[in-house]
């Protein structure tokens, strides 16, 4: 098991940002699926919990077999899809990916958002209990992002909203901004199998890093065409581009039911949890060809695994983990695939 704290600030209140994540993760999603490849949503309805009190429940499945390298395909069935499930308490929320295919694989991201920079490191003290985790501060503007999911228009570093006069964001942003919110995000990534256990942890780690800087990147940089919106509105819109999301990757009849009324906990066991950060974060082939710009490096690109034996049978492989995370895991450039495909 492999623990991290991750800590996202953006230039917008707690209460803002309620609207902002959902209008964010409906429109990325389908925006990055296709037909048979995708995120599919299953279940999207009220939840009643006695701890939490009201909130949202999600099941979504994400395909990803297209995304996986030949060696992969060859020994995962033809539809293969990760579940993620998810409990809505917002400003606290819980989200968990499993894969029925790698019963000893897991990603458990436990997130609260509070209105600073930051700043609070007591904030999963009754959740770590006593547990080591790194923090690790990704800047939405500043931090290196996949040159594959980069557009001009979503760079931060020159990027002004028209309706909140918020940006263009400095290298020292987060010390003069106002308003100023935190995404607090703890999250625990198990892959339980002997000699691969620590690397492909690490790995995945990586991709999640690179999940959250793209998400919340895209919450800032589409604020002016959600910040208007009310609960109800962006409600509706999640449940029509959900509809259309499941029909374009060939889900007929959709799938999807939003229902009005709160379902019991006894419904739906689970933890109490919200929405998750995009699972799908590969781009679209127009991207725009960066500028220079100073980044902070992020952690290695590649994952190299040990090389198989002539005579043995193949592992569960690793990179089912890796592209996990709204289809988020294709190798980083030609070299990294090649690299996949030889192992």
Not at 45 to 58: M, R, V, W
Not at 104 to 115: A, L, Q
Request: aromatic share 10%; charged share 25%; with cysteine.
């Amino acid at each position: 098991m492999l623990l991290k704290e991750y800590r996202i600030c953006m230039p917008l209140t707690v209460e803002e940002y309620r609207i902002g994540q959902l209008y964010m993760i409906s429109k990325h999603s389908h925006e990055q699926s296709d037909r048979g490849e995708g995120v599919e949503v299953v279940q999207n309805e009220p939840f009643e919990d006695p701890a939490h009190g009201q909130g949202q429940f999600t099941e979504k499945r994400v395909y990803l077999n297209s995304k996986l390298p030949s060696w992969a395909r060859a020994v995962v069935p033809k539809i293969f899809y990760v579940t993620e499930k998810a409990w809505n308490y917002y400003p606290y929320t819980i989200t968990e990916y499993t894969c029925s295919f790698l019963p000893k694989f897991s990603i458990h991201i436990e997130t609260k958002y509070e209105d600073n920079k930051g700043c609070n490191d007591n904030i999963f003290d009754s959740e770590l209990k006593e547990q080591e985790r790194e923090v690790c501060f990704i800047d939405i503007a500043y931090d290196e992002i996949p040159e594959r999911y980069y557009k001009e228009s979503e760079d931060l570093r020159y990027f002004k909203s028209q309706k909140t006069s918020r940006g263009v964001l400095p290298e020292d942003w987060r010390d003069s901004q106002e308003p100023i919110m935190c995404s607090y995000k703890l999250v625990t990534v198990k892959f339980e199998v002997w000699g691969l256990q620590t690397r492909v942890e690490q790995f995945i780690h990586k991709v999640v890093r690179d999940v959250l800087l793209l998400g919340h990147r895209q919450a800032f940089a589409w604020v002016d065409e959600w910040i208007d919106m009310t609960m109800d509105e962006v409600r509706e819109f999640e449940r029509t581009i959900q509809q259309a999301t499941n029909q374009k990757i060939g889900m007929f009849p959709p799938s999807i039911s939003i229902s009005e009324t709160p379902l019991s906990s006894c419904a739906l066991s689970g933890p109490a949890s919200a929405p998750s950060t995009p699972m799908c974060t590969d781009a679209p082939e127009f991207l725009s060809v960066p500028k220079d710009r100073p980044r902070k490096k992020s952690a290695p690109e590649s994952l190299t695994l040990p090389q198989p034996t002539p005579s043995a049978a193949p592992q569960d492989p690793p990179l089912l983990v890796s592209n996990h995370l709204h289809s988020a895991t294709q190798p980083s450039s030609n070299s990294d695939q090649a690299q996949l495909e030889e192992d």
